[in-house]
């Protein structure tokens, strides 16, 4: 079973860089999509970004200056680089397989999510 | 972006009660390749969300046949046949046709 588990610190000062790794378990990075997504305070989510089994990456726009996401596939993680944070990045963060295809492009396996606060 | 109103905001149902929340676009989700990539989500309380429909109408894997989803173009609709508790939380839909990829404002369902 595809498994994703997201870590980091949950505090973060402002105007610092905000990191996250997802951990896959079950099935390997080189295939597929690997996405985050937020959920802020409320009910509001956002799709950040996504990286593809080859590596090429797609951003939110709204984030495009400030996001990086990078991989490492020897140890089946993916990572979140969000720089020069904000109070209004503090939300939950979500890591999530997305299926990229003709009949598909959603997400449909989700880890537990990972609460990040950012305050000085 | 496209903008995805979901409505109601908020709906209380009692078990067994069968209930709609509507989704509804700002464009169309109709894609030129002929399918339209609106899905919804549940998200229960303390868990992370949980792919419930794909493409409009398809249930996935071990989702209860109690939910279904219809629609077309820009008006969408998820039905639940028959509240059970375990439904409640909030639903989300979500479309993948246009980027970036966009979530409506949620409906948090309550049991009376």
């Known amino acids: 079973e595809v498994q994703l588990q997201e870590s980091g610190p949950g505090l973060v000062k402002p105007s610092q860089s905000l990191s996250l790794t997802c951990s896959v378990t079950?099935?390997?990075?080189?295939?597929?999509?690997w996405g985050w997504i937020r959920k802020f305070p409320g009910n509001k989510m956002e799709w950040m970004g996504y990286i593809s089994y080859s590596g090429s990456t797609s951003y939110n726009p709204s984030l495009k200056s400030r996001i990086s996401i990078t991989r490492d596939t020897s140890k089946n993680q993916f990572f979140l680089q969000l720089n020069s944070v904000t109070t209004e990045d503090t939300a939950t963060y979500y890591c999530a397989r997305y299926l990229m295809g003709k009949a598909s492009r959603h997400f449909d396996y989700w880890g537990q999510g990972v609460m990040v606060t950012v305050s000085s | 972006d496209v903008v995805l109103t979901q409505t109601p905001p908020t709906l209380s149902a009692t078990i067994g009660q069968s209930v709609s929340i509507s989704c509804r676009s700002s464009q169309s989700l109709l894609h030129s390749n002929g399918n339209t990539y609106l899905h919804w989500l549940l998200q229960r309380p303390g868990q992370s969300p949980q792919l419930l429909i794909y493409l409009v109408s398809r249930l996935e894997s071990g989702v209860p046949n109690r939910f279904s989803g219809s629609g077309s173009g820009t008006d969408f609709t998820l039905k639940i046949s028959g509240v059970e508790a375990e439904d409640l939380g909030v639903y989300y839909c979500v479309q993948g046709t246009h980027a970036p990829l966009t979530f409506g404002s949620g409906t948090k369902l309550e049991i009376k």
């Open positions: 079950g099935y390997s990075i080189t295939s597929n999509y």
